[in-house]
């Protein structure tokens, strides 16, 4: 509140934002951030991958050293692997890089503020805001962050006030992740988004070896190549089992798993086999897993955990 009694946002109406690195996410936040009027004034890429997205999203941004990244920067954003992120900060921290009050906000999922110690020393504004959506690299990437929900934590109100503020500029919904939680959110959304690929592409493969050879008349042949008859099968059962599993919980849960048809089940594990023994392999586990959501008798139970 100031002494004329007007309440300012704590996030300014329009920032200078550097963007550490041009990679997937770095460039969509960075455009992002620029559709609602900040100004990135700096991006670092080193791969010629990364150098041509940046001009590609951001033609009139300049591609610049790490370090003059930060110089410019009201709003810098740390958008590096996990792996890379603790380095980064480090190196930032020892050069002096970044000034104090400069706003510092990474996008790692697994991470909170606590990496950003070492700059948090130097009197930076800490923040992790992480988008809950997975990157493909394509002009999809830029409309989703739009419709995406984000983990914020910070260091105090103000931290969360100035997170909260950027997050619904560019569409987006914050909601709040603690410190001591970030880990358990991480791994929640990598075991739903990355093992989701994984079934899929599994269960892509298993039709395209029933499906194989017995094309129709001037029928596409079922081939290796993605977006074929396999996936156009699986699309809207899978779509309406997410559906259904985001409105409904565990009642969703249908197939011979949920009846508790120990002889189907034991058949399908067979027939992958044939097929794959890890694509098995996978179907047992999460098979057990649903048997034991679904409180399946006991025989079914038992023939999962067999796996001779």
């Not at 300014?12 to 559709?35: D, F, K, N, Q, Y």
């Not at 004034?41 to 033609?59: D, F, I, Q």
């Given at each position: ?30 455009t992002?951030?620029?559709?609602v ?27 610049l ?22 380095s ?5 921290a ?32 800490p ?64 075991h739903?988004?990355?093992h ?27 081939g ?9 099968v ?29 002889d ?45």
């Amino acid at each position: 509140m100031t002494s004329s009694g007007i309440t300012h946002d704590p996030a300014p109406a329009r920032l200078a934002v550097g963007i550490v690195s041009a990679g997937r996410v770095g460039t969509a936040v960075g455009t992002a951030l620029e559709r609602v009027g900040h100004l990135v004034v700096g991006c670092s890429a080193v791969s010629e991958a990364s150098r041509h997205r940046a001009r590609t999203r951001l033609p009139e941004t300049e591609i610049l050293p790490v370090a003059d990244v930060a110089a410019r920067s009201e709003l810098l954003v740390l958008a590096v692997p996990d792996a890379e992120l603790a380095s980064l900060i480090a190196g930032l921290a020892s050069t002096r890089a970044v000034s104090s009050r400069t706003i510092v906000a990474h996008t790692s999922g697994a991470n909170g503020i606590g990496v950003l110690d070492p700059l948090t020393e130097q009197g930076i504004v800490p923040l992790a805001i992480h988008p809950a959506m997975t990157f493909t690299g394509h002009d999809e990437d830029i409309e989703r962050l739009a419709s995406a929900c984000f983990a914020v934590t910070a260091g105090d109100d103000i931290g969360y006030a100035i997170a909260q503020s950027l997050v619904l500029e560019i569409g987006g919904e914050p909601f709040r992740v603690s410190e001591d939680m970030r880990p358990l959110y991480h791994a929640a959304l990598a075991h739903g988004s990355n093992h989701l690929v994984t079934l899929v592409v599994d269960a892509v493969a298993s039709l395209r070896a029933a499906l194989e050879g017995q094309e129709l008349l001037g029928q596409e042949l079922i081939g290796d190549d993605p977006n074929g008859l396999a996936e156009r099968v699986l699309q809207p059962l899978l779509s309406a089992a997410l559906d259904n599993a985001l409105r409904r919980g565990p009642a969703a849960l249908t197939g011979p798993v949920a009846r508790g048809d120990v002889d189907a089940v034991a058949t399908h594990l067979r027939v992958l086999d044939e097929v794959d023994p890890h694509i098995a392999a996978g179907y047992r586990a999460l098979s057990l897993r649903s048997a034991q959501r679904a409180g399946a008798k006991p025989e079914l139970l038992d023939m999962l955990k067999d796996e001779r």
